[in-house]
């Protein structure tokens, strides 16, 4: 799991404002997934994408956009319609055949100003 | 979809004693069954996992089983140590839906 990298650490967000939320994975893994954590809850799928220029939504989708140019990058916006975003953001990878295994980046905690 | 329930939410144990979390899950074409444990502010690390086609699976102080039939897994730790304190996540994959479904998670404290 050290082959995967998120950027940044901490962010903060104003009111009515996008951020771009960043994972980086050198193990050439073709799938990568972000997740959702909330105190006191597991972890949300948000969206995934098991191949470049392809993704699908996962069960938080509203909200947030993501996009797949490159094998090793899948970068996470939460647009200022996702309400409440105050959270720890984790992006995973797998490789495609294996998917149910997956390894977590270190996590963007996102808060609102 | 998948729902997988966990319990319990919180757990405290003395060192030396054993710890087990049990999870249920709703889908019967779940086959991959994995335990990940998150120290506070750090990601989640894959510690331990089982496939449909086994019932148990060791690794050291660290265990899962397995009933498909009851459709539950549990996490089994003995001789906790105090670094064993940390969140466990259970979860399970299902392959028509190529995603995993986390439990909410258990919160262990060992003791001294």
């Known amino acids: 799991d050290g082959g995967i990298t998120q950027s940044p650490k901490y962010l903060f967000r104003k009111e009515g404002q996008n951020v771009t939320l960043s994972c980086e994975q050198n193990?050439?893994?073709?799938?990568m997934y972000w997740y959702r954590q909330d105190p006191g809850q597991g972890l949300r799928l948000i969206y995934y994408s098991q191949i470049v220029n392809d993704f699908q939504k996962g069960d938080i989708a509203e909200g947030y956009s993501v996009s797949r140019e490159k094998k090793e990058s899948f970068p996470l916006t939460v647009t200022s319609a996702q309400k409440n975003p105050t959270a720890f953001y984790l992006c995973a990878s797998s490789i495609e055949t294996l998917g149910e295994t997956q390894y977590f980046g270190p996590g963007t905690r996102l808060l609102v100003l | 979809g998948e729902n997988v329930e966990q319990h319990p939410s919180t757990l405290s144990v003395q060192e030396g004693d054993s710890a087990v979390i049990k999870c249920t899950y709703s889908?019967?074409?779940?086959?991959?069954f994995p335990w990940y444990k998150q120290e506070l502010g750090k990601r989640p690390q894959l510690i331990i996992d089982?496939?449909?086609?086994?019932g148990e699976k060791k690794d050291q102080r660290i265990a899962v089983t397995l009933n498909k039939t009851a459709k539950h897994f549990s996490l089994h730790i003995t001789e906790t140590q105090p670094e064993d304190s940390a969140v466990y996540f259970c979860?399970?994959?299902?392959?028509?839906?190529?995603?995993?479904?986390f439990g909410t998670g258990t919160r262990l404290q060992v003791t001294l």
């Open positions: 193990l050439n893994h073709d799938a």
């Open positions: 089982i496939r449909s086609n086994v």
């Open positions: 889908d019967s074409a779940s086959n991959y």
């Open positions: 979860a399970g994959y299902t392959g028509t839906a190529s995603k995993l479904t």
